[in-house]
């Protein structure tokens, strides 16, 4: 079911989903995708004044989406191309072994080697990107621990996901959302990255005190926020 309103001069429009749940869900996607997941039975009004209430963070949302300088980048999986990894680049290098059924990837000697049993690129792309969808959780969930200390409040969920459009999300229930492509870039612009999602816990608008607060636990974040910009378009499988 689709429902709209009008904010100021802004058509919110979104799509409603019903489920069996206590309370009700608003996630925004990239790149103005709005959907509302309600309990079973919660009527039209309340649901349009639940998004209502919410509307300002619905735009702010939509609009860091814009902002984002994501492009994706064909790469080829064989012997000598090059994946980026915590900053760095690192040259691929594929072994065959036919005894083995699925491609295993591992960083060794400043060298990507995956060892497969044929080299059918989709296979060893859908290898690679695992290895860096597990390496992103593990390092994001270091990071966040680490940082923790700045906050009083606690990420409900931390969940690394495929995200075209942004590096990161928080949504109305602090539950904090990561491209697995952060893993990619260089460790203090992907810290900054976790800050941004995290002081969206207290602000969840790119207001002034929004700033202030990033600015407070890393004092340089425009250095390294102008990483993400100038290098995030190589950030791709």
């Known amino acids: 079911m689709k429902l709209s309103f009008k904010y100021g001069t802004t058509n919110i429009a979104f799509n409603v989903e019903y489920k069996n749940r206590k309370t009700m869900e608003i996630a925004v996607e990239a790149p103005n995708i709005i959907t509302v997941i309600a309990p079973m039975g919660t009527s039209e009004e309340k649901i349009v004044k639940k998004v209502k209430s919410k509307a300002n963070w619905i735009i702010q949302k939509i609009y860091s989406y814009k902002h984002m300088h ?26 065959l072994n036919l005894t083995i059924k699925n491609p295993d990837v591992k960083l060794y000697r400043g060298k990507f080697i995956v060892t497969a049993p044929n080299k059918d690129e989709e296979d060893i792309r859908n290898a690679m990107e695992q290895w860096y969808r597990n390496k992103a959780k593990q390092v994001i969930s270091d990071r966040i621990k680490y940082y923790q200390k700045f906050f009083n409040i606690v990420p409900t969920v ?21 491209n697995w492509r952060c893993i990619m870039a260089k460790a203090n612009a992907m810290d900054y990255i976790i800050v941004h999602e995290m002081c969206h816990m207290y602000h969840k608008n790119h207001s002034k005190e929004f700033w202030e607060l990033v600015a407070s636990v890393l004092p340089d974040y425009e250095i390294r926020k102008e990483w993400l910009k100038n290098y995030g378009v190589r950030m791709d499988l």
Not at 158 to 173: A, I, L, M, N, P
């Open 70 to 95: 994501y492009e994706p980048i064909n790469r080829e999986f064989v012997n000598g191309e090059s994946f980026m990894y915590l900053g760095r680049n690192y040259s691929l290098q594929i072994e």
């Open 158 to 178: 931390v969940k690394v996901k495929e995200q075209k459009k942004r590096w990161g999300s928080c949504t109305s229930k602090n539950q904090l959302l990561f």
